[in-house]
């Protein structure tokens, strides 16, 4: 069966460090791959999306960056964390369009 | 940018009861989605309406779909406690699959 996983659940970073949050698929080969924030109480925000290895687009110029090393994996990365950049991150997978997209469980972030 | 408003922002009903929220959005879609998200949890799709079809079922909840007006309402009929969460609405247009979303709408029912 088709799974996501993402990690940590939750992370607390002083200002000025960097970030990775790593999300993986399991079940399914060249998913499209999402990474979405969330600020409390509000929609969610399209940071990246990438349609296979090594394409990565950017929805929002920000302080953050995504890789996608492998088909299944994808990261999310910042060299120095800005309060600013506080939220919940969601990790998604979707074999293309007109298919729903599978989310994972998010990464609460609170940048100190 | 936001492609999707919900409205109402909030509601609150009793057990029972139907709830109905309403999206509306800004450009041509392919396809618009519900999806429902538990407090502090990932979202979860809940059912995909295609621009060409005009409502759809499963299970207690209806959706429909006016491209006219560029709208669509989410009905989730006989509700139960358990349906207490978020639910926001997503449109995806173009053919990168991308999905724009809106606000939400948070729904509490009360037992």
């Known amino acids: 069966s088709q799974t996501i996983h993402q990690w940590p659940a939750t992370l607390v970073q002083p200002v000025g460090s960097p970030l990775s949050l790593e999300c993986t698929v399991e079940g399914t080969s060249n998913p499209n791959l999402y990474w979405y924030r969330q600020a409390a109480g509000r929609g969610l925000q399209l940071l990246f999306y990438?349609?296979?290895?090594?394409?990565i687009s950017s929805e929002v110029p920000q302080n953050l960056s995504a890789s996608r090393p492998q088909d299944r994996q994808f990261i999310l990365s910042s060299k120095k964390l800005l309060l600013s950049d506080s939220g919940f991150y969601l990790c998604a997978w979707s074999t293309g369009f007109l298919y729903g997209y599978t989310f994972g469980s998010g990464t609460r972030l609170t940048v100190v | 940018s936001q492609q999707g408003e919900e409205d109402p922002q909030a509601l609150s009903i009793q057990e029972g009861e139907n709830a109905t929220m309403n999206c509306s959005y800004k450009?041509?879609?392919?396809?618009l989605q519900w999806y429902r998200q538990n407090s502090g949890r990932g979202l979860v799709h809940l059912i995909l309406i295609r621009s060409n079809e005009r409502e759809k079922h499963s299970g207690r909840l209806r959706v429909t779909l006016d491209t006219s007006k560029k709208s669509s309402s989410l009905l989730i009929t006989a509700s139960r406690a358990a349906d207490t969460a978020s639910y926001f609405c997503a449109t995806e247009a173009g053919n990168t699959g991308k999905l724009i979303f809106g606000q939400g709408t948070t729904l509490q029912v009360k037992p």
């Open positions: 990438s349609v296979g290895i090594g394409q």
């Open positions: 450009t041509s879609i392919n396809n």
